[in-house]
């Protein structure tokens, strides 16, 4: 058997505990509601025709199928983020947050997963009223009344707060708002294509020009490799998706698959994070690429666009994790911007 990858995520306890309190029985959700997946359907090509357009919260039986499957899976993707963030800076001190574009509130969700101790004071931002009602109303059944938070309608009326969240929130605007700068810690996740990854990639440099240090994806704080040499590459994550069986009942209905789900991801802050404990960490940008003669994967651990390679005459490739971190032994030959590892072990490392 395929042994499973570390890095796979399941759908959060908090996540479960939010769907039931909503729908009580989940392996039965499709015989009660059995619209889901063709309303799935009819949203996901909307985002995938109108790349950047609003949520189309308009469409009938929206809330439900935004609420099973793009919030579902939204928070599991978070959470992975998360996971980076608690692992680097795991002292993080943080009282009060800002989530932009918070939608149904999978950032909260993810948070409470990962940082249950942590309570933090929530201002959302959702430009969409309706949206802001159904959010207040599950949120007023998962969580108990004394966690209160404030609605705005735009960035203009949050106050600062520690964290800037923004999770697939980011896709109309040009300029990161002045509320992420003015944060202590700044979390962004958006969708893992060419354009909103690259964006992200150039916002990353604005943040290090305000005094952030980024945390991760990136190892270093050098320039983005990927933006420096290369027009079409962009950084994205990718992690295998622990399905329950509700949630496999609704995809088997879909031309839709979520082995694996993708996403572009960043996370800047104004403290020091961990070190790392050597200058040779990298992060697996790609997925294995084969090769006459050779296997490829990329990585990044500084500006220079490098590919780890595993010549065929010395034996077989090592599978590494996509977006997992490794140590690149220092005898490893560098050829062009190869990183000859052949008959080298790799090591992966803990993010
Ligand atoms: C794709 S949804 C993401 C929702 C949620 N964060 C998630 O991860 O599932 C984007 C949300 O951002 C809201 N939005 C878009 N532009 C906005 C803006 N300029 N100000 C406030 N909210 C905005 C939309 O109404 C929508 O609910």
Redesign the pocket.
Known sequence: MKPLNPRAEGFPDRLVESLELQWSDLEGLLRQKPYLPSTIKAISDHFMVRKGE??P?HLDGVFEA?LAY??SL?TVR?TSVLRHLKQRLPNLSANTAI?????????ELAWSDMFPERKLEWQF????PT?SVWHEKLRRSELNLSDEALWH???EAAVKADIFF????L???DELPKAAIGANIVVL?EPSDRYHSRQLMAWRQKLIEQGFEIVAPCTHQQGCPLLLNSKQDFCHDRIPLIKPSWFQKIEDQLPIKNDTITFSYLIATKDRPEEFGSPNVARVLGDTLREKGKTKQMVCRSEQREFLSWLKRHGEAQFLPHGGLVEIPQQAEIKGSEVRVGGITINEVES
Request: charged share 10%; hydrophobic share 40%.
């Open positions: 609003a949520t919260w935004y793009f919030h939204n978070m989530d932009f574009g918070s939608g149904l509130g999978a950032t931002v959702e430009a969409n949206v309608k735009s960035i923004s999770s697939y929130g896709n109309e605007l996740l």
